[in-house]
């Protein structure tokens, strides 16, 4: 375990691992994402309330999910890099700060496109809603941050704390926002509570599974960008291009 | 005073220091020489502890050291008097500043703010700190640049009183001086 | 001879002291935006009573990012910084003095003087001094916040900075507007009790972030 873990904290084992496991991996997430999609969309039952429109919950849903899910890996890793100062767990970070913003926005997006029909507005000042837009910006802080320095370590680092720190204080703002809410106004909008029928959720979790699949291959992908940026002058990764030429 | 084994330092993967080993003993003065980017700096910025990311060992017996940096640390909206006196390094009595600052030709300017001073009056401002203050070891990097000949020597002089009391000295300078009692070449 | 950290408290309030724009800019500025928002929206009594405690924690949150760049990048660019770390002294109790006194700079006027626009805005004078004792609890969090992004951006702007400290802010602007809103109401100690439990703890967490941000600029 320990030494598979070590492994794949090596830059060369896991760039070759990425290497060889990614368009696998990208062909089945695409499956898959078709695959619940479709069936969510073609296959299963009308929504009695809301008709037809429901429907973008296949792609909302799944992305909501990664959006969060996203951004508590990057707290794992950055706990990870300020203790034990593994690299991989920066290269981590830096590669999917950027994909948990286009996520984040595209739950914003599919919620608004969502909601016209449904509420008639395209956006409510409620307490998810809220809380998604403060996680885009916090995305888009952290993004911001990558080319404050000139040390790539002291990048690393600060990209840590400010994601740590962010971590913490998520709950916090999520939790505030929530009475916000309840004091601006009742919470009629909630998703929460409304149970949903079985024939539409299994093409929901299908969905969410496909979106987690291609997640972990873009990322991976990205990862092994953000390695190449970073080994660039060392031996291994001229090994690996001049065998493939 | 202070012992160097096998450091290294590297900014960036790109090595700016490698493998130095030197020692240097009590009442010591020693001209750190090189060319711009040899890592002067640097060496003198690792062995006053302001960055401690390097390789190998710094051994030190100075209970407290004084550095002087390229920067010279001085508030430009603060007077000369209140530069010297609440900066972090000053450990001599306050009687002893009026005297210093005469010596150094800013009595006049005691009260005067900062920002109306010259490069040079600048610098000599932080030397008045270096003339004063009480050290086992002086990290000085480039103390005669915009300097006089005057200036120079009454730095010489200063270098020369420090190392008399006991203290070792290392500086940077481009040109030579012969109060060092060694030169190191980066 | 003067201890270590006696001198950062003089030699930091004395740059304040004897730089107006320091400690003039946040007020200045305060004091135009709380102007802008009765030109904007208009000056209804009622609206803007409605609207008074938000106006004031928006504005004092803002005049407050103008500061934060004071707290480390100034020490930064001109050494003094080496010359603290080459002391070898703690350094939280050092950065705690330094956020202090901007703190006390920058953050105390503007306390007081939304005490005097309170009534500009037609709150209550009972809302307006929990308004004063939310911004006491509430601006020392901001400094913070304000102090690890100057910390995290010392050699480049302070726009970068800004993007991150309001965000992480969002529960002290929060839970000071709630606790105004039920002035009247029991619900009220709940959210100054959390208020200052956010402050209690954000002290260790920020102040020891603040110091390794600050240490990334040294390897």
Same mark, same amino acid.
């Given at each position: 375990?320990? &030494?598979?873990?070590?492994?794949?904290?090596?830059?060369?084992?896991?760039?070759?691992?990425?290497?060889?496991?990614?368009?696998?991996?990208?062909?089945?997430?695409?499956?898959?994402?078709?695959?619940?999609?479709?069936?969510?969309?073609?296959?299963?039952?009308?929504?009695?309330?809301?008709?037809?429109?429901?429907?973008?919950?296949?792609?909302?849903?799944?992305?909501?999910?990664?959006? &969060?899910?996203?951004?508590?890996?990057?707290?794992?890793?950055?706990?990870?890099?300020?203790?034990?100062?593994?690299?991989?767990?920066?290269?981590?970070?830096?590669?999917?700060?950027?994909?948990?913003?286009?996520?984040?926005?595209?739950?914003?997006?599919?919620?608004?496109?969502?909601?016209?029909?449904?509420?008639?507005?395209?956006?409510?000042?409620?307490?998810?809603?809220?809380?998604?837009?403060?996680?885009?910006?916090?995305?888009?802080?952290?993004?911001?941050?990558?080319?404050?320095?000139?040390?790539?370590?002291?990048?690393?680092?600060?990209?840590?704390?400010?994601?740590?720190?962010?971590?913490?204080?998520?709950?916090?703002?999520?939790?505030?926002?929530?009475?916000?809410?309840?004091?601006?106004?009742?919470?009629?909008?909630?998703?929460?509570?409304?149970?949903?029928?079985?024939?539409?959720?299994?093409?929901?979790?299908?969905?969410?599974?496909?979106?987690?699949?291609?997640?972990?291959?873009?990322?991976?992908?990205?990862?092994?960008?953000?390695?190449?940026?970073?080994?660039?002058?060392?031996?291994?990764?001229?090994?690996?291009?001049?065998?493939?030429? | 005073? /202070?012992?160097?084994?096998?450091?290294?330092?590297?900014?960036?993967?790109?090595?700016?220091?490698?493998?130095?080993?030197?020692?240097?003993?009590?009442?010591?003065?020693?001209?750190?020489?090189?060319?711009?980017?040899?890592?002067?700096?640097?060496?003198?910025? /690792?062995?006053?502890?302001?960055?401690?990311?390097?390789?190998?060992?710094?051994?030190?017996?100075?209970?407290?050291?004084?550095?002087?940096?390229?920067?010279?640390?001085?508030?430009?909206?603060?007077?000369?008097?209140?530069?010297?006196?609440?900066?972090?390094?000053?450990?001599?009595?306050?009687?002893?500043?009026?005297?210093?600052?005469?010596?150094?030709?800013?009595?006049?300017?005691?009260?005067?703010?900062?920002?109306?001073?010259?490069?040079?009056?600048?610098?000599?401002?932080?030397?008045?700190?270096?003339?004063?203050?009480?050290?086992?070891?002086?990290?000085?990097?480039?103390?005669?640049?915009?300097?006089?000949?005057?200036?120079?020597?009454? /730095?010489?002089?200063?270098?020369?009183?420090?190392?008399?009391?006991?203290?070792?000295?290392?500086?940077?300078?481009?040109?030579?001086?012969? /109060?060092?009692?060694?030169?190191?070449?980066? | 001879?003067?201890?270590?950290?006696?001198?950062?408290?003089?030699?930091?309030?004395?740059?304040?002291?004897?730089?107006?724009?320091?400690?003039?800019?946040?007020?200045?500025?305060?004091?135009?935006?709380?102007?802008?928002?009765?030109?904007?929206?208009?000056?209804?009594?009622?609206?803007?009573?409605?609207?008074?405690?938000?106006?004031?924690?928006?504005?004092?949150?803002?005049?407050?990012?103008?500061?934060?760049?004071?707290?480390?990048?100034?020490?930064?660019?001109?050494?003094?910084?080496?010359?603290?770390?080459?002391?070898?002294?703690?350094?939280?109790?050092?950065?705690?003095?330094?956020?202090?006194?901007?703190?006390?700079?920058?953050?105390?006027?503007?306390?007081?003087?939304?005490?005097?626009?309170?009534?500009?805005?037609?709150?209550?004078?009972?809302?307006?001094?929990?308004?004063?004792?939310?911004?006491?609890?509430?601006?020392?969090?901001?400094?913070?916040?304000?102090?690890?992004?100057?910390?995290?951006?010392?050699?480049?702007?302070?726009?970068?900075?800004?993007?991150?400290?309001?965000?992480?802010?969002?529960?002290?602007?929060?839970?000071?507007?709630?606790?105004?809103?039920?002035?009247?109401?029991?619900?009220?100690?709940?959210?100054?009790?959390?208020?200052?439990?956010?402050?209690?703890?954000?002290?260790?967490?920020?102040?020891?972030?603040?110091?390794?941000?600050?240490?990334?600029?040294?390897?």
């Amino acid at each position: 375990m320990k &030494q598979l873990f070590n492994q794949l904290i090596s830059f060369p084992y896991f760039f070759k691992i990425a290497q060889k496991s990614f368009p696998y991996l990208f062909l089945l997430s695409i499956l898959v994402i078709l695959l619940g999609v479709l069936w969510g969309v073609f296959f299963s039952p009308v929504d009695v309330t809301q008709g037809e429109v429901y429907r973008i919950i296949y792609l909302h849903v799944p992305a909501a999910s990664v959006a &969060q899910s996203i951004y508590y890996t990057m707290v794992i890793a950055s706990i990870t890099y300020l203790i034990w100062r593994i690299k991989m767990a920066s290269v981590f970070m830096i590669s999917m700060a950027p994909l948990g913003a286009i996520f984040t926005f595209l739950a914003l997006f599919t919620g608004a496109v969502w909601g016209q029909p449904t509420w008639g507005t395209w956006w409510v000042w409620d307490a998810r809603l809220t809380s998604t837009l403060i996680l885009l910006i916090l995305y888009l802080a952290i993004i911001s941050l990558f080319s404050s320095f000139d040390r790539r370590a002291s990048t690393d680092q600060a990209v840590s704390i400010v994601v740590l720190i962010g971590g913490i204080n998520l709950p916090i703002i999520k939790l505030s926002v929530e009475w916000w809410n309840t004091l601006h106004q009742s919470a009629s909008m909630t998703l929460s509570g409304s149970s949903i029928d079985n024939e539409m959720l299994i093409p929901l979790l299908i969905s969410i599974f496909g979106f987690y699949l291609y997640v972990t291959a873009i990322g991976m992908r990205k990862m092994q960008v953000e390695i190449l940026k970073r080994e660039i002058s060392h031996n291994w990764v001229k090994e690996i291009f001049i065998e493939k030429r | 005073m /202070i012992k160097v084994e096998n450091l290294s330092y590297s900014f960036n993967d790109f090595p700016l220091l490698e493998n130095l080993n030197f020692e240097v003993n009590p009442s010591e003065i020693i001209h750190l020489k090189g060319e711009n980017g040899s890592g002067k700096s640097t060496l003198l910025k /690792i062995l006053s502890g302001i960055l401690n990311n390097f390789q190998g060992k710094v051994l030190s017996t100075a209970k407290n050291v004084f550095f002087l940096g390229h920067n010279l640390g001085l508030k430009d909206s603060l007077s000369v008097k209140d530069n010297l006196l609440l900066d972090y390094r000053f450990n001599s009595e306050v009687d002893s500043l009026s005297e210093a600052l005469k010596l150094f030709e800013l009595n006049s300017m005691k009260e005067t703010k900062l920002f109306n001073l010259s490069q040079g009056q600048r610098k000599k401002v932080s030397l008045v700190q270096l003339f004063l203050s009480k050290y086992d070891l002086f990290l000085l990097d480039e103390p005669f640049a915009n300097l006089d000949q005057k200036g120079i020597e009454l /730095i010489e002089n200063t270098i020369r009183h420090h190392q008399n009391r006991g203290s070792s000295v290392i500086f940077t300078s481009h040109e030579d001086h012969n /109060i060092s009692s060694r030169e190191l070449v980066l | 001879m003067k201890s270590f950290y006696f001198k950062t408290f003089q030699r930091d309030s004395k740059v304040y002291l004897s730089r107006s724009s320091s400690f003039l800019g946040p007020i200045v500025f305060f004091l135009i935006t709380i102007t802008l928002y009765p030109l904007a929206f208009g000056s209804d009594e009622e609206k803007l009573a409605e609207l008074s405690a938000g106006i004031i924690w928006i504005s004092i949150l803002l005049a407050n990012l103008l500061s934060h760049q004071f707290i480390f990048n100034e020490d930064y660019k001109d050494g003094s910084l080496d010359l603290v770390l080459a002391s070898g002294k703690s350094l939280f109790l050092w950065a705690s003095i330094k956020i202090f006194v901007n703190w006390y700079f920058s953050s105390l006027p503007l306390i007081f003087l939304s005490l005097l626009t309170s009534f500009m805005f037609y709150l209550p004078y009972d809302a307006a001094l929990i308004l004063a004792l939310t911004l006491f609890l509430g601006t020392p969090i901001l400094s913070m916040f304000g102090a690890l992004a100057g910390a995290l951006t010392l050699e480049r702007g302070n726009i970068v900075g800004s993007s991150i400290v309001i965000p992480m802010c969002l529960p002290a602007l929060i839970l000071g507007i709630l606790a105004i809103q039920s002035y009247k109401n029991e619900e009220l100690f709940f959210y100054i009790f959390l208020l200052a439990a956010f402050l209690f703890f954000s002290i260790p967490i920020l102040i020891a972030s603040c110091l390794g941000a600050i240490r990334l600029h040294f390897e």
